[in-house]
């Protein structure tokens, strides 16, 4: 049967693109109806599109593959946005009034319209995130309503470069796909993993991915601050590549054996592992070069926490989650390397998830594609247009040309007048007619009752008598 309700989402990752279709239940669970997934290696780097053409073919591949296994055909999809050029810049709009007033909503509209003014060089504003307004010495959330003379809005602009909104646009328009909205993916991530408390208490979401590593600060529930690293899971796995493997093997061994804080047992005999070819790598060899190229990321983390202002503000902590994150004793190594007490790891959404659990597991890789789909709002399903019956047109009313010519009114009313003069003195005339002819009428019926009967009466009457006399009857 198919199904012709349901949200839709794709994303575009460093190593993949993903679809996904499923349905909101009404406790807040999500059902997975499809999913699909194009390997994207070779025209994706780093989350900024470089070959267009073959994007769209993924894209196609993607839309049919969703489309073959709901039994029906996608109208649009809500899109993430991410990529190494990421970031935001804090700008700040100022106002004084002439005398203290009461702030008005025309005020801070025209504040938030004046920030997306600020000059970017070759960047876009892909989205705002509002942070409180200073009214004379005072913050507020709302300043709508709030009397103050000098009023200050903060904003959190969240810009890429242009060419990375440009050409998944342009992606998405040679494939012939919709965009239902086009939605930050570190911001569907974070809504769709972390909580309330935690983003209302302060916490810095760190998404380590196969390309990129993302952080996201939050506190009081507002995003402080967002930054894209040029690093992830996938530079280690190149690194390991070095001892003459290829980089499937490589991943196989850093998933298995990878240890951030490995220390080699005292025995005789080291530790090794063995590869395909037959060779074996001792494992303190192995950990040796995943921890010197993890060691730079989680350095860099911690660099850009230390950037952000917030490092000694995050009561929650650091919340990890992505597929780098799976790596063992990841949170204890960036609690060795950094200032940071509370750090934990995050594998999967808030939402509890049904269907497609072989390829939607719990190990993070997957969280910021389910978390598009949570955001979105929208029936997503191509609805069927009923035709509309042709009506015909009604032919216009002919234009009266003359219709401000006083002296042509004036010769109608005229000829109006004249005509109802015509038809009074002829239903005159026929009643007169009328009359006459009753009167004539009349006068004949006297005349002949004057007269008496006529000779053919009376000779009439005369031989009636005499055949019906009374002998004859007897």
Known sequence: MATTEFIAAIELSSSKISGIAGK??????????AYAREDAASFIHKGVIYN?????QALT?????????????????????GGQSLRTVKNAVSRVLEEEGIISQELVDAISDE????PLMDMSVLDVAPQEYKIDNNLQADPVGVAGKRITGNFL?????????????????????EIADLLIAPIALANAVLTESEMRSGCALVDFGADTTTISVYKNNILRFLSVLPLGGNNITRDITSLQMEESEAEQLKLKYGDMLYEEEETETPAVCLLEDGRSIELSVLNDIIDARAEEILANVWNQLQLSGYEDKLLSGVIFTGGGANLKN??????????????????????????????LKKDGIQNTLLGLLASGSENCCLQEVKPTPVVPPTPPK?????????????QEAAARAAKAQRDREEKERRERERKEKERKEKEEKKKKKK????????????LSNEIFSDDDLK
Request: proline share 2%.
């Open 24 to 33: 909101k239940n009404s406790d807040g669970s999500i059902q997975v109806l």
């Open 52 to 56: 267009i053409d073959k994007t769209a």
């Open 61 to 81: 591949s993607i839309i049919n593959k969703l489309e073959s296994q709901l039994n029906n055909s996608i109208a649009k999809v809500y899109v993430g946005i």
């Open 115 to 118: 920030n997306l003014e600020v």
């Open 157 to 177: 602009n969240i810009v890429a470069r242009a060419s990375l909104k440009k050409n998944l646009e342009h992606s998405f328009e040679q494939a012939k796909v």
């Open 330 to 359: 990841l949170e204890e190594a960036f609690r060795k390397r950094s200032k940071a007490e509370k750090v934990k790891t995050t594998k999967f959404i808030h939402n509890t998830i049904y269907g497609f659990g072989d390829v």
């Open 398 to 410: 002919p234009a009266d040309m003359f219709g401000n010519d006083e002296a042509l009114k004036e």
């Open 451 to 462: 007269e008496g009967p006529g000779w053919f009466e009376k000779t009439f009457n005369k």
